[in-house]
């Protein structure tokens, strides 16, 4: 990685985490620091800004239901580029941000390969071999990415067409919308997965911890670099603690 | 001729129902354009800019008769030249008065993504509603004419409107009006066609251009402006006039088709998300 970014990168995070802090209440760890969180939620304002300027313009029957949120169709379109500007600079900030725990892997192949357990809630802990991310957070966030890169790319000639030229404008414009799309199907995907898939998942983003159980549960090896301690044990120790169904292993479907 | 009221027949980006449509029948208008008794006199430029109210400005000399390169946000209607040689070797002035077409099938309605900002009259003028219009430029690379100009201070789109406001009244273009030699007519499409066809094969049986024919092209659905021309064969020698004018498919499959059932597919995520917690219920952190 060039080192003149790297080191830009790196007084962003020190500036910003300076001035936040990280409540860690008892049974719980960090997950993401002060700058990740203003980062997340800064692309997350920005991102939602020009989806909604965006779909405004990309479908008359949504032209007609959106924008009025910008103040009419001129300052939607005038708004958009710059939302999408906005968006597009934080992001790169967070891709630097988490460039290390993003890199695709051997276990993410791994994960990929049992995603319909995931998705089916078949295991109550996740394989051993996941770690900060797994394998379809790693996917979206790369998805995410690419969608990035498309954007611009098509952005540009769109904003300034007569700079770029017709065809370029045209071709621009269908690339858009098919990375509009893939956005749109990760973002939904991503809100439900943030929020009601996953109970305890939202607070990382917010306070900016999770609880230790929470850990072992979605990101064990995570948890073991974490904390020292081996997930698995630490799990099948609170079960044993706990005054649960003595076997919560075995899903009680009544069909 | 048309009625004192213009009656709306498409709308750009509007969802719903088109208001008074079909309560009454309009002849289709049409201008007559023959490129062969165009002298070049240019009061077809000067009428439309009087009439539209633009102001007049410098022109701009590239080393041809041409007021200026190519149509502008505020000069709708534009003499090209061209000094053609033919195979014989005698030289050949070819002049075309260059505007908006009035397409029966507008690239520019297509491409438009706000609701209203360009309207197709059921007599066929194509007209921009500037106060609908947000900026985009979309007519720009949706039109194969290269007609729609954009003005960057007011962050709109204008073109020529075939005069909408006088044919509304019952008068013709200002354009027509103006033209000395009659080689500019208007009238309803059958009339102004039957008329170039009968001028085409005059100039074919009388006049020793075996490929005068009239530019009127069916890619578009049509035109509401038409040409006749010394050759048919090669229109883009006279100023670029394209011989097979197309809609680029991005406003046509990919706008009506594609976008509406890409959006309903990437929606499907919101029912299924929803569906997998009421059937599969929410990770808990175990225990």
């Given at each position: 990685m060039n080192g003149a970014i790297e080191r830009f990168d790196d007084r962003a995070r020190r500036r910003v985490g300076a001035y936040g802090r990280t409540m860690v209440r008892e049974n719980e760890l960090v997950r993401h620091p002060v700058y990740t969180r203003v980062l997340h939620w800064s692309v997350a304002i920005f991102f939602i800004l020009a989806l909604l300027s965006g779909f405004a313009i990309y479908s008359p029957w949504l032209y007609r239901a959106l924008t009025p949120l910008f103040g009419g169709g001129p300052t939607t379109r005038l708004l958009h580029p710059w939302f999408s500007l906005g968006f597009v600079i934080f992001f790169a900030f967070q891709i630097l941000n988490w460039l290390e725990p993003m890199t695709w892997t051997s276990d993410d192949r791994r994960w990929m390969k049992q995603v319909k357990s995931y998705v089916t809630n078949k295991e109550p802990v996740e394989p051993e071999y996941v770690d900060f991310f797994n394998g379809g957070q790693k996917l979206y966030f790369w998805a995410i990415v690419a969608s990035a890169v498309v954007f611009l790319l098509s952005g540009f000639p769109m904003w300034f067409p007569k700079t770029f030229g017709r065809i370029t404008v045209d071709i621009g414009y269908v690339l858009h919308d098919i990375a509009a799309l893939v956005m749109l199907v990760g973002f939904i995907v991503h809100l439900y997965e943030g929020t009601g898939a996953q109970p305890g998942t939202f607070q990382a983003m917010t306070r900016g911890t999770v609880e230790r159980r929470w850990a072992w549960t979605h990101h064990p090896a995570w948890y073991r670099r974490a904390t020292g301690r081996d997930p698995r044990t630490d799990y099948e120790q609170a079960r044993q603690r706990s005054s649960r169904p003595p076997d919560p292993t075995a899903r009680t479907d009544l069909k | 001729m048309p009625s004192g009221t213009l009656q709306i027949k498409a709308i750009s980006a509007h969802s719903g129902p088109i208001p008074g449509q079909g309560v009454q029948?309009?002849?289709?208008?049409?201008?007559?354009?023959?490129?062969?008794?165009?002298?070049?006199?240019?009061?077809?430029?000067?009428?439309?800019?009087?009439?539209?109210?633009?102001?007049?400005?410098?022109?701009?000399?590239?080393?041809?008769?041409?007021?200026?390169?190519?149509?502008?946000?505020?000069?709708?209607?534009?003499?090209?030249?061209?000094?053609?040689?033919?195979?014989?070797?005698?030289?050949?002035?070819?002049?075309?008065?260059?505007?908006?077409?009035?397409?029966?099938?507008?690239?520019?309605?297509?491409?438009?993504?706000?609701?209203?900002?360009?309207?197709?009259?059921?007599?066929?003028?194509?007209?921009?509603?500037?106060?609908?219009?947000?900026?985009?430029?979309?007519?720009?690379?949706?039109?194969?004419?290269?007609?729609?100009?954009?003005?960057?201070?007011?962050?709109?789109?204008?073109?020529?409107?075939?005069?909408?406001?006088?044919?509304?009244?019952?008068?013709?273009?200002?354009?027509?009006?103006?033209?000395?030699?009659?080689?500019?007519?208007?009238?309803?499409?059958?009339?102004?066609?039957?008329?170039?066809?009968?001028?085409?094969?005059?100039?074919?049986?009388?006049?020793?251009?075996?490929?005068?024919?009239?530019?009127?092209?069916?890619?578009?659905?049509?035109?509401?402006?038409?040409?006749?021309?010394?050759?048919?064969?090669?229109?883009?020698?006279?100023?670029?006039?394209?011989?097979?004018?197309?809609?680029?498919?991005?406003?046509?499959?990919?706008?009506?088709?594609?976008?509406?059932?890409?959006?309903?597919?990437?929606?499907?995520?919101?029912?299924?998300?929803?569906?997998?917690?009421?059937?599969?219920?929410?990770?808990?952190?175990?225990?």
């Open positions: - | 029948r309009e002849e289709d208008v049409c201008k007559y354009i023959d490129v062969t008794t165009c002298i070049g006199c240019k009061a077809c430029e000067v009428a439309c800019v009087e009439w539209n109210d633009m102001p007049f400005q410098q022109t701009t000399f590239d080393n041809t008769y041409q007021t200026m390169p190519a149509t502008a946000w505020n000069y709708w209607n534009l003499i090209k030249f061209n000094e053609h040689q033919r195979d014989d070797g005698s030289l050949m002035w070819l002049m075309r008065k260059d505007q908006c077409m009035h397409c029966e099938d507008p690239g520019c309605l297509r491409a438009c993504p706000a609701d209203g900002a360009i309207v197709q009259y059921t007599n066929g003028i194509v007209d921009f509603q500037q106060e609908n219009c947000i900026g985009c430029q979309y007519c720009v690379s949706g039109c194969p004419f290269d007609i729609p100009k954009f003005n960057s201070s007011t962050k709109k789109v204008y073109k020529c409107t075939l005069c909408s406001d006088r044919v509304g009244q019952g008068l013709e273009p200002a354009c027509i009006k103006a033209c000395p030699t009659g080689c500019l007519k208007f009238g309803t499409k059958t009339d102004m066609r039957a008329l170039a066809d009968a001028r085409a094969q005059q100039l074919r049986e009388h006049s020793g251009f075996a490929n005068a024919g009239v530019y009127d092209p069916p890619s578009v659905g049509g035109t509401h402006v038409i040409y006749v021309l010394h050759d048919a064969t090669k229109p883009e020698q006279y100023g670029g006039l394209p011989a097979n004018p197309v809609i680029p498919p991005t406003y046509t499959i990919w706008k009506r088709a594609a976008k509406p059932i890409g959006l309903l597919l990437a929606l499907l995520a919101a029912p299924v998300a929803f569906f997998h917690y009421v059937m599969e219920g929410p990770k808990e952190p175990a225990p």
